[in-house]
């Protein structure tokens, strides 16, 4: 009996030894997947309680949930209103990381946990929406009809098999008008929703902006100094927007890659992009890249008299011309635009820019973007295999081309992570905007949508 109680006493003593040294070990020296866990759950729950106005517990049950990792459900996020901080622990204990509110800029992760120069690094006004009753575009009413073909398009935009798992937002734009909407529980017209990676399309029209002022050229070269001494010097500005740049980076999710890296560990997402090595030469491969965005947001930036200039020029450009008052373009610690990523908007916003491009970058009759510029946006590359344009956007949508779905070949995409998408059908003059929590393992396709609605609509095209 003293033989077993001794065992039993030498085993939990054993075990005691590993768990407290697992303890020092995570405590020390965590394994940077964890620290790239909590940078994102701190960063998805700052967003959505502080910008989204989400409760944050059930942003922590829902969003930082949808990926499926197991892991995620063992991270504790506490969530300071008055300081704007969330901090992020693994088992509320290990590989903290933080993200921090700064107004009209969102929110931004702090990975080295300098709060306060996280603070100080940008500064962005808030502006309050002007109050007006005209119909949307011009303003904030929509009169959705009630006749025999407005009925076919509600019932389309609420059955949730069209809809897809976890929609929080459809909106139709028919000849420059909402005709249909719908909203999931819990989101409303007002709720601002991330666009993740159609957040590159907006980055590339600040660029085109830039570019009808003289600023820019798409033939740009010689573009950063750090690339003055090498091969990457030849890189046109055109090779970046049509993700042709020949820079090695890896876009993988789910461990610690480059894009992860970039998002949740870098205080500066710009630097492992920048110092990316060459894996082929300019326009010789298509290979989709944040990093490649982030750069971009990097050298439009770099055009603007100083940074505070930069910080201030997307609402300037941009959203106030086109009333887009709910967006929220969000920086990293540095004050970089995360130009891949982290553009909230409520669904009309979205919609109205969706409506810029279907008008060619026309806006009440001011042109906005060069003449050419939604055209390259529409223009399938070669290294694509046809796939992607010369303007960061998708000429196929997820999963599929247009052919493939019976829809018009003019059709091209805006589309993001989780399930957001912005189809552009300039040929019938309609624009959809669907957004949601869908992860790709759901297999959702947003061109049957599409297609259920363009059937409705045909007919009064005719």
């Given at each position: 009996m003293r033989l077993i109680?001794?065992?039993?006493?030498?085993?939990?003593?054993?075990?005691?030894?590993?768990?407290?040294?697992?303890?020092?070990?995570?405590?020390?020296?965590?394994?940077?997947?964890?620290?790239?866990?909590?940078?994102?759950?701190?960063?998805?729950v700052c967003s959505n309680t502080f910008v989204a106005k989400r409760d944050p517990d059930q942003v922590l049950a829902d969003d930082v949930q949808a990926p499926g990792n197991p892991a995620l459900k063992l991270i504790r996020v506490s969530v300071d209103r008055d300081d704007g901080v969330v901090r992020a622990r693994f088992?509320?204990?290990?590989?903290?990381?933080?993200?921090?509110y700064r107004g009209a800029l969102g929110c931004t992760t702090v990975p080295d946990?300098?709060?306060?120069?996280?603070?100080?690094?940008?500064?962005?006004?808030?502006?309050?929406?002007?109050?007006?009753?005209?119909?949307?575009?011009?303003?904030?009413?929509?009169?959705?009809?009630?006749?025999?073909?407005?009925?076919?398009l509600a019932s389309i935009v609420a059955n949730p098999d069209l809809a897809g798992p976890a929609m929080r937002a459809i909106?139709?734009?028919?000849?420059?008008?909402?005709?249909?909407?719908?909203?999931?529980?819990?989101?409303?017209?007002?709720?601002?929703?991330i666009g993740w990676s159609m957040t590159k399309t907006v980055n590339a029209a600040i660029i085109g902006r830039l570019m009808l002022a003289g600023r820019m050229s798409f033939d740009d070269q010689h573009l950063l100094p750090l690339w003055s001494d090498d091969a990457r010097k030849d890189i046109r500005l055109s090779d970046l927007l049509a993700m042709e740049s020949g820079l090695a980076f890896n876009e993988s999710y789910g461990n610690v890659s480059d894009v992860t890296r970039m998002l949740y560990l870098d205080p500066d997402t710009t630097s492992i992009a920048a110092n990316a090595r060459q894996a082929a030469a300019p326009g010789e491969r298509f290979s989709y890249s944040s990093g490649t965005a982030v750069l971009l947001s990097r050298l439009w930036m770099n055009k603007l008299p100083n940074l505070?200039?930069?910080?201030?020029?997307?609402?300037?450009?941009?959203?106030?011309?086109?009333?887009?008052?709910?967006?929220?373009?969000?920086?990293?610690?540095?004050?970089?635009?995360?130009?891949?990523?982290?553009?909230?908007?409520?669904?009309?916003?979205?919609?109205?820019?969706?409506?810029?491009?279907?008008?060619?970058?026309?806006?009440?009759?001011?042109?906005?973007?060069?003449?050419?510029?939604?055209?390259?946006?529409?223009?399938?590359?070669?290294?694509?295999?046809?796939?992607?344009?010369?303007?960061?956007?998708?000429?196929?949508?997820?999963?599929?081309?247009?052919?493939?779905?019976?829809?018009?070949?003019?059709?091209?995409?805006?589309?993001?992570?989780?399930?957001?998408?912005?189809?552009?059908?300039?040929?019938?003059?309609?624009?959809?905007?669907?957004?949601?929590?869908?992860?790709?393992w759901a297999d959702y396709r947003p061109q049957i949508l599409l297609k259920r609605i363009m059937d409705v609509i045909k007919p009064a095209t005719n």
């Amino acid at each position: 009996m003293r033989l077993i109680s001794r065992v039993i006493g030498a085993v939990f003593m054993l075990l005691l030894i590993i768990v407290a040294g697992g303890a020092v070990w995570l405590s020390v020296s965590p394994p940077e997947l964890l620290k790239v866990g909590d940078g994102y759950a701190a960063k998805i729950v700052c967003s959505n309680t502080f910008v989204a106005k989400r409760d944050p517990d059930q942003v922590l049950a829902d969003d930082v949930q949808a990926p499926g990792n197991p892991a995620l459900k063992l991270i504790r996020v506490s969530v300071d209103r008055d300081d704007g901080v969330v901090r992020a622990r693994f088992l509320g204990m290990f590989a903290p990381n933080y993200a921090l509110y700064r107004g009209a800029l969102g929110c931004t992760t702090v990975p080295d946990g300098d709060l306060q120069a996280a603070r100080s690094a940008v500064f962005l006004n808030k502006v309050k929406a002007p109050k007006n009753d005209a119909l949307w575009p011009d303003g904030d009413s929509v009169n959705l009809g009630q006749g025999e073909q407005d009925a076919k398009l509600a019932s389309i935009v609420a059955n949730p098999d069209l809809a897809g798992p976890a929609m929080r937002a459809i909106v139709v734009v028919k000849d420059g008008r909402i005709v249909a909407e719908s909203y999931g529980e819990g989101f409303s017209k007002a709720t601002p929703l991330i666009g993740w990676s159609m957040t590159k399309t907006v980055n590339a029209a600040i660029i085109g902006r830039l570019m009808l002022a003289g600023r820019m050229s798409f033939d740009d070269q010689h573009l950063l100094p750090l690339w003055s001494d090498d091969a990457r010097k030849d890189i046109r500005l055109s090779d970046l927007l049509a993700m042709e740049s020949g820079l090695a980076f890896n876009e993988s999710y789910g461990n610690v890659s480059d894009v992860t890296r970039m998002l949740y560990l870098d205080p500066d997402t710009t630097s492992i992009a920048a110092n990316a090595r060459q894996a082929a030469a300019p326009g010789e491969r298509f290979s989709y890249s944040s990093g490649t965005a982030v750069l971009l947001s990097r050298l439009w930036m770099n055009k603007l008299p100083n940074l505070s200039a930069a910080i201030s020029y997307p609402r300037e450009a941009l959203f106030a011309p086109l009333g887009m008052y709910s967006a929220v373009f969000e920086a990293d610690e540095r004050g970089t635009y995360v130009g891949s990523s982290y553009l909230y908007a409520n669904a009309r916003d979205w919609a109205r820019f969706g409506q810029f491009l279907l008008q060619d970058g026309v806006w009440k009759g001011n042109r906005l973007l060069p003449e050419g510029f939604v055209g390259a946006m529409r223009t399938p590359t070669k290294a694509s295999e046809g796939v992607y344009s010369q303007v960061q956007a998708w000429v196929a949508g997820p999963g599929g081309s247009n052919a493939q779905f019976g829809l018009p070949t003019d059709t091209f995409w805006m589309s993001g992570h989780d399930g957001q998408s912005v189809a552009i059908v300039p040929s019938a003059n309609l624009v959809v905007v669907r957004m949601g929590l869908t992860p790709s393992w759901a297999d959702y396709r947003p061109q049957i949508l599409l297609k259920r609605i363009m059937d409705v609509i045909k007919p009064a095209t005719n």
